[in-house]
């Protein structure tokens, strides 16, 4: 009877491990992506090395940041300045939506932005359906959209949420 009790207890502890092992891929597979930052072009806010949790990508908010990759699979993270429909302006170091001024209140510590015109740094006039204007908080040293254009929706990854090393919510 006692070997029937201790049977039964690895048993159940197999199989409580094996329902652990089970939610923690399911949590990192389609939950909680975890990510490495390997450049600077997010500092000082995000600097290298740090390591990052995303969620998969629901929707998105203005100076939300994101991993994504682009077509040759290099995976970049950057911070969204302008959504689907919007034009996007920099004059004297001040970010314009629509020509209205906007406040980047995650900026103070930004090195100076460069003035440029969305329209002439992408050929476009709006920021095209499901697609994203994004820079890095690093804009001198940053290789954003300013260079590759605008990023597709289905090139997200996730949405940055949780810095881990350090700790901080995002």
């Known amino acids: 009877m006692l070997t029937k009790l201790r049977k039964s207890r690895y048993f159940f502890h197999f ?23 390997g450049g600077h072009s997010m500092m000082p806010n995000i600097k290298p090395e740090e390591s990052l ?12 940041i994101v991993i994504f990759e682009d077509s040759s699979k290099h995976t970049y993270i950057k911070r969204v ?17 629509n020509g209205q001024l906007v406040k ?21 006039k709006r920021i095209p359906k499901d697609h994203y204007f994004v820079l890095g908080d690093n804009r001198s040293l940053s290789y954003d959209s300013r260079m590759f254009g605008f990023v597709s929706k289905e090139n997200i990854i996730g949405r940055v949420i949780l810095r881990i090393k350090p700790f901080k919510f995002l």
């Open 104 to 124: 980047e209140s995650y900026a103070k510590n930004i090195v100076e932005t460069a003035d440029f015109r969305m329209d002439e740094v992408t050929k476009a």
């Open 15 to 37: 199989l409580g491990g094996l329902c652990a092992i089970l939610v923690i891929v399911v949590l990192r597979s389609w939950v909680l992506i975890p990510a490495q930052v």
């Open 53 to 64: 949790l995303c969620t998969p990508l629901h929707s998105l908010k203005r100076f939300d």
């Open 81 to 97: 300045i302008g959504l689907p429909g919007e034009t996007i302006d920099y004059k004297n170091n001040q970010l314009y939506v």
